[in-house]
T-cell receptor, first 113, second 111 residues
Framework: NAGVTQTPKFQVLKTGQSMTLQCAQDMNHEYMSWYRQDPGMGLRLIHY???????DQGEVPNGYNVSRSTTEDFPLRLLSAAPSQTSVYFCASSPASLGYEQYFGPGTRLTVT | GESVGLHLPTLSVQEGDNSIINCAYSNSASDYFIWYKQESGKGPQFIIDIRSNMDKRQGQRVTVLLNKTVKHLSLQIAATQPGDSAVYFC??????????FGQGTELSVKP
């Protein structure tokens, strides 16, 4: 198993540009989520999904969209990047939404200039 | 609102000593807690977890203690090694899989 994979590893965007961060898992996990991590801080939940076709907002959803068309993939879209979205983004998956550890991907470091 | 916080942002220990990292949580409804280790440039890695019906759980060189009375969680690392140097996060799982992370404690192990 590759586990949770994320692409790209690094990305630089100009303000106003759009892009999609990719996340995939091969563990047949129902639950997937996106977090952002800013310097000196813990991870904050952006969006999550409890299964294909079901998504919901986390703590900091503004400026981000998600969709879950398959169990394996959970892309995160930035429609109009802003400097405040400069961060490291982590995708995670879990067998279920409650009571299980979440497996994290290696992260995508995004810089918005 | 709910929050999970750490008492100490940094911890420096001598190699071979035991380390204790503390965490406070505020949501009494949380029933699952996790400790993660994050090395520089990597995603968080699972260390150990504990459910609210337990007070203590042991793993290999690590022990997690849960005190529900004072909403306190701690991670003990025995015989700390240089490879243990990392940032450690506690996280609580109050509902629906929404893990709430604390700020993190940076553990530095001196040889």
């Amino acid at each position: 198993n590759a586990g949770v994979t994320q692409t790209p590893k690094f990305q630089v965007l100009k303000t106003g540009q759009s892009m999609t961060l990719q996340c995939a898992q091969d563990m047949n996990h129902e639950y997937m989520s996106w977090y952002r991590q800013d310097p000196g801080m813990g991870l904050r939940l952006i969006h999550y999904s409890v299964g294909a076709g079901i998504t919901d907002q986390g703590e900091v959803p503004n400026g981000y969209n998600v969709s879950r068309s398959t169990t394996e993939d959970f892309p995160l879209r930035l429609l109009s990047a802003a400097p405040s979205q400069t961060s490291v983004y982590f995708c995670a998956s879990s067998p279920a939404s409650l009571g299980y550890e979440q497996y994290f991907g290696p992260g995508t470091r995004l810089t918005v200039t | 609102g709910e929050s999970v916080g750490l008492h100490l942002p940094t911890l420096s220990v001598q190699e071979g000593d035991n380390s204790i990292i503390n965490c406070a949580y505020s949501n009494s409804a949380s029933d699952y807690f996790i400790w993660y280790k994050q090395e520089s440039g990597k995603g968080p890695q699972f260390i150990i977890d504990i459910r609210s019906n337990m007070d203590k759980r042991q793993g290999q060189r690590v022990t997690v203690l849960l005190n529900k009375t004072v909403k306190h969680l701690s991670l003990q690392i025995a015989a700390t090694q240089p490879g243990d140097s990392a940032v450690y996060f506690c996280a609580e799982n109050p509902w629906g899989g929404k893990l709430i992370f604390g700020q993190g404690t940076e553990l530095s192990v001196k040889p």
